[in-house]
């Protein structure tokens, strides 16, 4: 077995605490000795339709949510810098919606619930050590943060994993590359290092709603709230029903004892790749909106559980940026993985309303676009005047592979989206004013320079320039 000391000294060299060195050589030692994270088809059984109770059923309990925002706190899990969409800086910073940024939007919608249900319930990032100054830098002048609404930390960070000889990375030139964030499933811990989750406590604070920092749609709602409380739970999930665009992704699962588990894509062996992107067999995956009980996340601390849940080996190559440089493992966990620890956890089914992630450049022009609406409450949602299903997008990656250049060939903004069912781009294009386009379109130019739709132009046909 490849030995972990020298990961270890390492990680003492940076002043990790303790409890993530043995975080981190638990799931080192696992994938050093093959027993992980592949998670096996024959280990789990599906999770039931019938068996994952609806949102919609939840109303008679909002009250009773309303009531607990007082002891509730939100977390936004902001680690990201959003690298496969050009961006050179955390995600939460670059536009979202007419002017306003990720973040900007974020705090409006705080500000609008302490408002409308005169509860005071706190905003948490959890920022990495890519986003953390570049974060507090933007609040530093946030009434917000004066007034003590607003708090951040830092997840813990773990060294990278040359996959060829198992031992630790290294980059004399920029040692920042040595490192990875170790994953939305670092939360819990990183809140008891961090002395965070002992102030929740004492000061009354009940109950965390978690949710990426992208996903604009991911607000508290009262219902799931009052049904939290009132069901005693500890963990509860919110999940939606996978599409044929959700194949590849993970889902959720159940051990054969019943207990609901998550397997990301990255956790299913060669073998079962047909079953895990069975969407009838799989029918739902994690929004990673999750609501979770901080009593319970203490006792789960304290019988050393965490350091059990699955784990994930994502390959990487050293530099991002350069394909040439070694190939390596980050060592991530997952949130949602940790359902399978506490003993009284749930899933509530939830429709697309409540997830709209931002994670490549086509979900980044669909938000810009008019197929989604600011709505009251800062809350972003798909626009109540669109009528079609799902949209699909497909961009040409040779000429819309980050933000900038989607500002230079969409330079007066996205064209209507509003009645798109699916839009296909190829070549360079630039768009005028006021373009929309309607049904199922696509656009493919062949010639060697730029062509440009015109302003005002409504498509509703194929477009092709050879």
């Known amino acids: 077995m490849k030995s972990v ?37 024959t280990d789990i059984v599906p999770a039931q339709t019938d068996q994952i109770e609806r949102l919609e059923r939840l109303a008679p309990y909002r009250e009773k949510g309303v009531e607990a925002l007082g002891q509730t706190v939100v977390v936004k899990l902001n680690g990201g810098l959003g690298t496969t969409m050009g ?70 960070k773990y060294p990278k994993v040359v996959i060829e000889t198992f031992e630790p990375a290294s980059s004399p030139g920029e040692r920042l590359l040595e490192w990875n964030p170790a994953g939305h499933g670092d939360l ?58 959700d194949r590849k992704g993970g889902h959720l699962a159940r051990f054969p004892d019943g207990r609901l588990m998550l397997r990301e894509a990255s956790q299913c062996d060669h073998g079962d790749r047909t079953s895990c992107a069975d969407i009838g067999r ?62 009284r956890s749930a899933a509530i089914r939830v429709d697309r309303s409540r997830f709209s992630p931002v994670k490549s450049c086509e979900d980044l ?45 969409f330079p007066h903004g996205p064209p209507s989206l509003i009645n798109c069912q699916s839009f296909s781009l190829q070549g360079d294009v630039r768009f005028g004013r006021n373009v929309a386009v309607h049904g199922t379109v696509s656009i493919a130019n062949y010639r060697s320079r730029q062509v440009g739709i015109e302003d005002g132009r409504h498509i509703d046909h194929d477009l092709i320039f050879d």
Not at 93 to 119: N, P, Y
Not at 305 to 321: E, G, R
Not at 388 to 394: A, F, N, R, V, Y
Request: aromatic letters at 10%; hydrophobic letters at 40%; proline letters at 5%.
């Open 282 to 343: 799989h029918p739902f995956f994690n929004t990673n909106n999750i609501w979770i009980n901080l009593e319970s996340v203490q006792k789960i601390l304290g019988e050393k559980k965490l350091a059990t849940i699955p784990f994930i080996a994502n390959p990487k190559t050293l530099d991002p940026l350069d394909p040439d440089s070694p190939r390596v493992y980050h060592i991530e966990s997952a949130l949602g993985s940790a359902i399978e620890l506490f003993e």
């Open 87 to 156: 961006l050179n800086g955390p995600k939460s910073l670059f536009e979202a919606k007419i002017g306003l940024s990720f973040l900007d939007i974020v705090l409006q919608q705080m500000r609008h619930a302490r408002e409308l249900f005169e509860r005071n319930s706190p905003l948490v990032l959890m920022n990495s050590f890519f986003t953390e100054s570049a974060t507090l830098q933007v609040l530093k002048s946030c009434q917000d943060i004066r007034e003590g609404l607003v708090h951040s930390f830092v997840q813990h």
């Open 365 to 409: 022009l669909l938000l810009w676009s008019d197929y989604y609406a600011l709505q009251e409450g800062f809350r972003v949602a798909i626009n109540p005047e669109r009528k079609l299903d799902q949209i699909e997008i497909s961009l040409d990656p040779a000429f819309y592979s980050g933000i900038f250049s989607l500002r230079s060939r």
């Open 5 to 41: 000391d020298s990961f270890i000294v390492k990680m003492r060299q940076e002043r990790l605490p303790q409890a993530a060195i043995e975080m981190f050589s638990q799931f080192y030692g696992r994938l050093a000795t093959g027993k992980g994270p592949i998670i096996p088809e």
């Open 188 to 245: 819990l811990l990183a809140m008891e290092t961090s002395g965070l989750l002992r102030r929740l406590v004492e000061a009354g604070y009940r109950y965390l709603f978690v949710s990426n920092i992208d996903n604009l749609s991911a607000g508290i709602d009262t219902g799931i709230l009052g049904y939290f409380e009132s069901e005693r739970l500890d963990f509860l999930m919110e999940v939606t029903e996978r599409t044929p665009i």
